[in-house]
């Protein structure tokens, strides 16, 4: 028996080796088998098959929201691993650079804030994104040169994370020297790893962070180890296993997991209507004579999502409507 279908979010906490299209691939398999027939699926953001961690996942009306996702700042715990620097940035491709220079924990945590801020960077060769209509990573595999644009991206904090259990921490017993070559009279131990936490913009590459905070600390260095702890308002707290998908889809409840449509409007005011004005905004007439802020309003009609609406000057024009009826919001 197909039941209603839902709308809101899953939070998928994707395990490594699997890729974004195959999580959603297995969000509809499971939906199906739980009797919900064919459900509208997207992810809010591509995650690597190679990184694991939050990967938002829209069913219903709020595939109407994913876009928004992709512009919502991250916040990614990843570690360095110093001393090679690989043609793909990670663990997975070939060695192109070496370095014996190894930095110690101080030079690292100054270093940072040479990172924080507006930032240019050069995406990796092995990314997706197109040159003259092919992807970056195609040309890289097929030895093709690729060149890349230098675009800013915005790292609005970054600091390092000693304490961090899953990202493992690499030591040598090498102790640093002074510019004169003697040892310095407190040897400070020269790491081989570090794990770090940042928290950027859209568009920002973390293997390609990774990479210039090497080359800053006059060594070169690769990702080993990366995983996304948040996206938007969505934190990894509100994930579930891929286990768990799979248990809702032999009929654990759904509803224990669902987050509601508007959980990915949470940064935006609300703009509560009456059932007449409702019935207006569903329409797609203008409101007007409205007394709140010009901006980007989120506006229903008791607890039910109706549309999102840009107001200026008091007018209220509808930029994405939501078809939910007052008796199926979730």
């Given at each position: 028996?197909t039941v209603?279908p839902?709308h809101?979010?899953?939070?998928?906490?994707?395990?490594?080796?699997?890729?974004s299209?195959?999580?959603?691939?297995?969000v509809k398999?499971?939906?199906?088998?739980?009797?919900?027939?064919?459900?509208?699926?997207?992810?809010?953001g591509?995650?690597?098959?190679?990184?694991?961690?939050?990967l938002?996942?829209?069913?219903?009306?709020?595939?109407?929201?994913?876009?928004?996702?992709?512009?919502?700042s991250?916040?990614?715990?990843?570690?360095?691993?110093?001393?090679?620097?690989?043609?793909?940035?990670?663990?997975?491709?070939k060695?192109?650079?070496?370095?014996d220079?190894?930095?110690?924990?101080?030079?690292?945590?100054?270093?940072l804030?040479?990172?924080?801020?507006?930032?240019?960077?050069?995406?990796?060769?092995?990314?997706?994104?197109?040159?003259?209509?092919?992807r970056?990573?195609d040309?890289a595999r097929?030895?093709?040169?690729?060149?890349?644009?230098?675009r800013?991206v915005?790292?609005n904090s970054?600091?390092?994370?000693?304490e961090?259990?899953?990202?493992p921490?690499?030591?040598?017993?090498?102790?640093?020297?002074?510019?004169s070559?003697?040892?310095?009279?407190?040897?400070r131990?020269a790491?081989?790893?570090?794990?770090?936490?940042?928290?950027?913009s859209?568009?920002?590459?973390?293997?390609?962070?990774a990479?210039?905070?090497?080359?800053?600390l006059?060594?070169?260095?690769?990702?080993?180890?990366?995983?996304?702890?948040?996206?938007?308002?969505?934190?990894?707290g509100?994930?579930?296993?891929?286990d768990?998908?799979?248990?809702?889809?032999?009929?654990?409840?759904?509803?224990?997991?669902?987050?509601?449509?508007?959980?990915?409007?949470?940064?935006?005011?609300?703009?509560?209507?009456?059932?007449?004005?409702?019935?207006?905004?569903?329409?797609g007439r203008?409101?007007s004579?409205l007394?709140?802020?010009?901006?980007?309003?989120?506006a229903?009609?008791?607890?039910?999502?109706v549309?999102?609406?840009?107001?200026?000057g008091?007018?209220?024009?509808?930029v994405?409507?939501?078809?939910?009826?007052?008796?199926?919001?979730?």
């Open positions: 028996m209603r839902p809101g979010w899953l939070i998928l906490d994707k395990s490594r080796g699997l890729g299209t195959q999580a959603v691939a297995a398999r499971n939906l199906r088998q739980a009797g919900y027939g064919k459900v509208k699926v997207g992810h809010g591509t995650l690597d098959p190679l990184a694991e961690g939050v938002p996942i829209a069913l219903g009306e709020a595939t109407k929201l994913a876009g928004r996702m992709l512009d919502a991250k916040v990614y715990d990843f570690t360095i691993r110093f001393g090679e620097e690989t043609d793909t940035l990670d663990a997975e491709g060695v192109v650079a070496t370095s220079r190894l930095p110690a924990m101080a030079e690292i945590i100054a270093a804030p040479r990172f924080t801020g507006a930032i240019d960077q050069v995406p990796p060769v092995y990314s997706a994104l197109k040159v003259e209509g092919r970056a990573y040309l097929d030895g093709e040169e690729v060149a890349l644009a230098i800013q915005t790292i970054i600091s390092v994370r000693p961090l259990a899953e990202g921490r690499f030591f040598s017993s090498a102790s640093l020297e002074d510019k070559g003697a040892s310095t009279s407190s040897a131990t790491l081989e790893g570090v794990t770090l936490s940042a928290h950027v859209k568009g920002t590459y973390i293997r390609s962070l990479r210039d905070i090497a080359r800053a006059g060594t070169v260095g690769h990702v080993t180890y990366l995983r996304r702890v948040r996206v938007g308002p969505f934190a990894e509100q994930a579930i296993s891929l768990m998908l799979n248990e809702i889809g032999k009929g654990a409840p759904l509803h224990d997991h669902l987050l509601p449509l508007e959980a990915g409007l949470d940064d935006i005011p609300a703009l509560v209507l009456t059932p007449a004005s409702a019935q207006a905004v569903r329409q203008v409101l004579g007394p709140q802020a010009d901006g980007l309003h989120f229903k009609l008791g607890a039910v999502p549309a999102l609406v840009e107001l200026a008091g007018t209220a024009k509808v994405r409507g939501f078809n939910l009826l007052t008796d199926v919001a979730e």
